[in-house]
Structures are given as structure tokens and as C-alpha cells.
Nanobody
Framework: QVQLVESGGGLVQAGGSLRLSCAAS????????MGWYRQAPGKQRELVAA???????KYADSVKGRFTIFRDNAKNTVYLQMNSLKPEDTAVYFC?????????WGQGTQVTVSS
């Protein structure tokens, strides 16, 4: 069993920054990938950024150059630094862990960017 807890969301003006955190705990063994997704009202959940098992970082085209994913392995925590935020970044952001056989999800943290 794995638990993921997100934090760091909030309300920010366009052009501002936020940093999201995802703390993982439980029986974590072999990890295929870990990263962030987001879901805006009325839209499907989409990949934002993720670490893959090959050490490659994947970003959505819409956030390249603005968002950075990084991690602290000792703390089992992954972060998403979001800069130059735009109103279209408004969404609930979810942490995801792909444990090969099972996908684990956090409860989500709301990010709202005002114009």
C-alpha cells in the first residue's frame, strides 16, 4: 500500500510562482515513474511532468520552460516548481506513482491563477 499527499497549492496572480510537494509513504518498491497530472473543470486529466524509470524527465509542451520537476529521494518527495503561471494552468494537481502493476494517486491540490 502506498499513500501520496500533495501540498503547496493556492491562489496566485498570473506571472507568479508556486511550488507543489508530494510526499510518498508506505510499501514502495520498484517505481516505474512518478510525477504530476492536472485536471481542470470539465476537462480530462493530463500529464504535466514526470520522472521515468530511464531517468528521463517528461514535460507537457504547455509547461516546458516554466515548470520544473525535481525530487528528494531521501524524503521520498517529488516537487513541481511552477513559474510564470498562466490562468490556463488553473486546475487540481495530482501526484502519481506508477508502481508497474498499480497506479497510486494523491487527493489533489488546487492551483488557481488569476488574470
Amino acid at each position: 500500500q502506498v499513500q501520496l499527499v500533495e501540498s503547496g497549492g493556492g491562489l496566485v496572480q498570473a506571472g507568479g510562482s508556486l511550488r507543489l510537494s508530494c510526499a510518498a509513504s508506505g510499501s514502495i518498491f520498484s517505481i516505474n515513474a512518478m510525477g504530476w497530472y492536472r485536471q481542470a473543470p470539465g476537462k480530462q486529466r493530463e500529464l504535466v511532468a514526470a520522472f521515468t524509470s530511464g531517468g528521463i524527465i517528461k514535460y507537457a509542451d504547455s509547461v516546458k520552460g516554466r515548470f520544473t520537476i525535481f525530487r528528494d529521494n531521501a524524503k521520498n518527495t517529488v516537487y513541481l516548481q511552477m513559474n510564470s503561471l498562466k490562468p490556463e494552468d488553473t486546475a487540481v494537481y495530482f501526484c502519481n506513482l506508477d508502481n508497474w502493476a498499480v497506479d497510486y494517486w494523491g487527493q489533489g491540490t488546487q492551483v488557481t491563477v488569476s488574470s
